[in-house]
């Protein structure tokens, strides 16, 4: 009775980690499909009329938000290291 509970144990362990690994898999599979720009004919007729792609990002960049962090980064005071 002992060696079947364990086997029982083990086969609901190891199933749920071979399913919880094809859930991951997929996740990254979705991400990774997601973030690559499809490149078909129309996007190569526009590549070539321009000279550029111009692609649609998931958030535009703010200019106030990176200009304010420069100026921050740039204000700080580094310290110099300790000579001993």
């Known amino acids: ?3 079947f509970t364990i086997a029982l144990l083990s086969a609901f362990l190891v ?3 071979g399913a919880s690994g094809l859930r991951l898999r997929g996740r990254i599979r ?3 499909t997601r973030s690559v720009p499809v490149v ?3 996007a190569v007729s526009e590549i070539l009329a321009t000279g550029v792609l111009a692609a649609e990002d998931d ?3 703010d200019q106030a938000e990176i200009d304010e962090e420069e100026r921050r ?3 700080e005071r580094w ?3 300790e000579e001993r």
């Open 1 to 3: 009775m002992l060696y």
């Open 15 to 17: 199933g749920l980690l």
């Open 30 to 32: 979705r991400r990774l």
């Open 40 to 42: 078909d004919d129309r």
């Open 59 to 61: 958030e535009p960049l």
């Open 73 to 75: 980064f740039w204000s």
């Open 79 to 81: 310290d110099e290291p």
